[in-house]
């Protein structure tokens, strides 16, 4: 908000006019024309953004609830601050390549990589970590509702052997088929595979869509299914689309360090504080962005809203991240710098 000019008062009737007339073209409020009211822009009246002229690289992992982060940050970026926003989809461990390049800014939702924060951070000191997202992060084994219904021991994983045959297919082996996902997911299945002794293999589906299509056809369909699966997701909350919900497996439980060893692995997975991960030339040059961001935190259910929007209402990113800010401006004001 600019604040008023005082002047001196100058005798004169003729002065005095022209200190009336130089007071109102330097105020807010709209100058009248010929009868037409012209509304002075927001940054006409405000200022320059401070993001003008600069752009913010953001990373985009493959999976919608990434994409929903994306989209609240981005809209708020460009439409409150002014810059301009680069979106680049990369794989997980890509992204963390962009850092010393300038390729990459942030990262907005980081799951674990102990092993990339130890290079980035601590050795290469070329990221930096910018706070938690406010979101927890859980990776597990799901089965449709109907089999546990129709199974209830096959909810242990000490069970599992014991069902493989329900699970075969033509891409398993003659083993039972655990699906996984992308492949660029974290996930510890092959290891978990082997050394708890399962006859099963892992069949990688391919994509969060080719998963969540998999759950929906085996609980319509009561086609036999277990498969890596992970909340934040909005399929978990969406029963017209899966009907019923997903049960996890319980997996030898998760103690501190038990994940040490990518190949020994055999426990399950740890909840996942999400959080946010910097350029350290972001973290010291990026002004109001890089404030935005660190302050940026939500819920599980902020973020699934805008995933569900965007997978399952045919809404843009863009589009739904501009809906969520219409609907919570109390909650994306807090962040703002």
């Not at 509304?39 to 992992?61: C, D, F, R």
């Not at 978990?236 to 030898?252: A, N, Y």
């Not at 961001?293 to 809203?305: E, G, H, P, R, Y």
């Amino acid at each position: 908000m600019r604040h008023p000019r005082f002047a001196r008062l100058l005798a004169g009737a003729a002065l005095l006019s022209l200190i009336a007339a130089a007071c109102t073209g330097a105020g807010s409020s709209p100058t009248t024309t010929g009868g037409t009211s012209s509304q002075p822009s927001s940054s006409a009246s405000s200022g320059a953004k401070p993001g003008e002229g600069k752009t913010v690289n953001i990373a985009v992992n493959p999976w919608v609830g990434y994409e929903a982060n994306a989209a609240v940050i981005g809209h708020l970026l460009e439409n409150e601050l002014g810059y301009t926003v680069e979106k680049k989809v990369l794989a997980e461990q890509v992204s963390w390549e962009g850092f010393p390049t300038g390729d990459v800014d942030v990262i907005l939702e980081n799951w674990g990589h102990d092993d990339l924060k130890a290079k980035y951070i601590d050795q290469d000191k070329t990221a930096q970590a910018a706070g938690e997202i406010g979101v927890t992060g859980i990776i597990g084994w799901y089965v449709p509702a109907w089999m546990a219904e129709e199974h209830p021991d096959i909810v242990d994983w000490q069970n599992l052997n014991k069902y493989a045959d329900l699970f075969k297919t033509s891409e398993s082996g003659g083993k039972g088929q655990l699906l996984d996902g992308d492949p660029s997911y974290v996930t510890n299945d092959v290891a978990l595979v082997k050394n708890l002794n399962l006859n099963y293999e892992v069949v990688v589906g391919g994509s969060e869509a080719a998963l969540i299509q998999s759950f929906q056809t085996a609980t319509t369909q009561k086609q036999p299914l277990l498969a890596y699966f992970y909340d934040p997701q909005w399929a978990h909350s969406q029963p017209p689309l899966l009907e019923e919900p997903l049960v996890r497996i319980k997996l030898p439980e998760y103690t501190a360090g038990c994940d040490a060893d990518p190949e020994a692995v055999a426990c399950d997975y740890p909840p996942y504080l999400l959080d946010k991960i910097v350029s350290t030339t972001f973290a010291t040059e990026g002004g109001a962005a890089y404030e935005l961001i660190k302050n940026f935190n939500w819920t599980n259910l902020d973020q699934s809203t805008v995933s569900e929007l965007i997978a399952n209402q045919g809404m843009t990113p863009e589009d739904a991240g501009e809906k969520w800010v219409n609907d919570n401006p109390e909650k994306w004001q807090a962040w703002m710098p």
